[in-house]
Each structure stands twice: as structure tokens, then as C-alpha cells.
């Protein structure tokens, strides 16, 4: 099945918001087996989407339009698909109803144009908006089919897996079993992924394998489909298994969740505290830990020392260290992740200095980072990494290399090139 997503919203041709929803649509659609053939951005006129709309019919067997169905005179879009497939607007009495109670209980008044948004070609399947005011619907007339979604995300979504979805699943594809996995992973970059599931990656097969990434964290999603649980299941562990083989050592969790989560987790059931003294992240640790949902159970404070002086007059950082090896060490590294364990009473505490760029420091390059970490009973030890020259992509990729490096000290796995101070002031 084919497919073309229009979005009707001048907004997104000022550049004043992002297409968040094209995205959203095409990465749910594919692992259906509905490959995306157009993404259109259109601006709120009437004429332009009947032109769109005859041209994606030609191509197409789904229509996704988004926006346009606000109570705005320049919100076009029923008006004009209805007036292209000739078939009429009716009130949806429901949605009508709830549109009225949300004015009157917020002492607004209700604009002229409010009740479009109560509107629905007839015989159509209403998609009700739980979280705005707008109606959506499905139409199908001859071999093509119209879903009609409101421009916000914050909408749109909620819509689409919670009433599209499960209508194109039993309308449009014969009601076959689906099954999907979901793995995250980090610490190899796009192309480094590419290649190493080059003879697994399929965007229009089955089982749908794909690689989203973002900010330098990766998702790899399965999806199998089939007409039978069993062999849907047969189909996704098959696959499953050859991605472990190839990546599996990146694999630090699954179902989407994040590092930052996956640490929380692991700390929470080890009845663990963590800390951090950061430098060149200016607090961005501590930011994603606190901002994890149950986080004072795990963390109860850090501190950022960015200059030298407040890493010796805060973190007690030696002056023979500072001097002789520089912030940009495993020497200091250390120090600041024992000091700061023991100022915070933690389980385990992180460090992280470096060169976050885009001038050097030391000596040293932009991008060259030592993070330290420090456990109770376990001797403290640095490791150096190199990112890059972007220094936001630095710091941010030093932060996920620190709850990494977390991870797999609370799952006690292996990690290699760990320094420590006796083994580096030998050399």
C-alpha cells in the first residue's frame, strides 16, 4: 500500500514550527507494510489542496492530512476535501456538545467559526480528539482512502494510535498480526549502524528492520507481520537474534526507553545514590538524572565546578594535581569523582572534564573528555574518550558516555581502557 501525507499549514512554510507530525506519521506507517510515497506542505488555501489531493489520488491508496481543521476562518481543509469528493459536512453532535461545555466552563466566548471543528463528511468514521476540540475522520470512496488528523502533535498522535491506527490495521491491511521490538542503543555512530545491519535494514520488507536516530542515541525497530500470532512471533525472534549477533553489545535497553531511565532503574533496584561533579557539561549530568520521573530516590544533589579555582576550593581537587597534570586528566578526573562521592554520600559518583571545544585547553583537543567514576569498595578509576570539534555534540555525548559508563558498572559488565591513578603516574 501506498501512501502521501499532506500537510496543510502556512505556518510550516514561514518555518515558524517544525513538521513533527510527518515524521511521527511516516515512522508509524512503514512497519505497516505503507510505504510514504510524497510528503506535501501546502498553505492554507483551498484551491492548492484540491490540486494536491487530485495529484495524490493518481499515486496513492491513503491520504493523511494534517491541519487545517481549527476554528480559524484560514483553517480550510474539510471545506475544501469535501467540496473535492463532492460530499457534504455534518455536525457530530458529540463533538459539537463538548466544544460548547469547554467555552462555557472557561467563560469564552465561542468564535464564528467553532463549529467547523464539529464538522465530519458524511458516512464518514468519526476520530474523536481527546486532548483538543477538533474532529478528525476516515473516509473511503472508491479505492482510496482520506484520513483527515488536527495539525497539533499534541493532538495528532493521541488520534492516530488510539483510533486510526487500529482502523487501517482492520479496514485497510485485512487485520494481520503484528509484532515489533524495539531496541536502544549507543555508542556507534549512523554509518557505523548502517553497515553493520547493511544485510539486515528493510524499510518496505517483512519484518520491517529500521534505524532511527537521534541526538546520537539509536532505536532499532522490528516489526514482523503475519496472519498468525505464532508466526508473526517466529518472524520478529528470528530477526531479533541477528541484530543482537550484530549489535548487541550497544544494546542498553528496550521498548524506547532512554539511558538516563535505564540508570534510574538499575539504581532503584539496588537501593543506590548517585552524584556527579561536572566541568566542561556545565550540569548537563545532572539535568537528565533530575529530570527523570522518582529521581530523589536515586539523587539527592552534585555540583559543577568549571573554573580550577572551585574545583579545588569546592571539590578539594589537589593543587599538585591541577598544576602538574591539568584539568584535562584521569588525575583530576578521579579526584573529583571520589571527592564529590564522599561530599554527597553516594553509591556512585561521576566526573567529567575535559575540552568541550571549540578552542583547545592543555594542549588537548576539543572533544578529548576524561570521565571518572567512583563506587563504594571498588577502586576509582578515568577514561578518556574523543568525540569530535562540535561542542555541543561533545558535551552532550559526554553525558551519555557517563550514564553509560553507570550502566555498566551497576551491571557489573566489563569495560576496557579503564585508567587508574597508580597504573598513569607509572607512566
Known sequence: MKAEIIAVNSHLLRGQV???????????LAPLGISINRSTILKDDAEDLKEALELAKKHSDLIVITGGLGPDKNDITK?????????????????????????????????????????????????????????????????????????????LKPMFLEQA????????????????????????????????????????????????????????????????????????????????????????????????HVVKQLLKEQGKKITAAESLTGGSFLDVISGEPESSEIFEGGVVTYSEHIKHNVLKVTTETLEKHGVVSPQCAIEMAENARHLFEADLAISLTGVAGPSSLEGEIPGTVWIGLAQEGKETFAKKFHFGYKRDRNRRNSVLSALNLARLTLLEEPIEDQVFLETKDEQ
Open 165 to 260: 491506527y487500529p482502523l487501517i490495521v482492520e479496514e485497510l491491511l485485512d487485520r494481520p498480526i503484528f509484532k515489533t521490538k524495539k531496541y536502544s542503543v549507543y555508542g556507534l555512530t549512523l554509518a557505523q549502524l548502517n553497515d553493520r545491519l547493511s544485510p539486515l535494514i528493510q524499510y518496505e520488507g517483512n519484518p520491517f528492520v529500521g534505524i532511527y536516530f537521534e541526538k546520537d542515541e539509536a532505536e532499532i525497530q522490528i516489526t514482523a507481520r503475519a496472519s498468525t500470532e505464532k508466526e508473526a512471533e517466529k518472524r520478529l525472534n528470528k530477526t531479533a537474534k541477528k541484530v543482537k549477533e550484530h549489535i548487541g553489545d550497544y544494546i542498553y535497553g528496550k521498548d524506547e526507553k532512554r539511558l538516563a
Open 79 to 155: 471545506k475544501a476535501l469535501s467540496e473535492y469528493l463532492d460530499v457534504p459536512l455534518v455536525l457530530d453532535n458529540e463533538t459539537q456538545n463538548r466544544i460548547i461545555s469547554y467555552h462555557q466552563n472557561s467563560g469564552l466566548t465561542m468564535p464564528e467559526y467553532n463549529q467547523l471543528q464539529a464538522m465530519i463528511l458524511m458516512n464518514s468514521t468519526l476520530l474523536e480528539n481527546v486532548t483538543g476540540l477538533a474532529a478528525g475522520f476516515l473516509y473511503m470512496q472508491e479505492d482510496t482512502t482520506y484520513i483527515l488528523l488536527p495539525g497539533p502533535f499534541d493532538e
Open 18 to 28: 517544525a513538521n513533527e507530525n510527518a515524521r511521527f506519521l511516516a515512522r508509524e
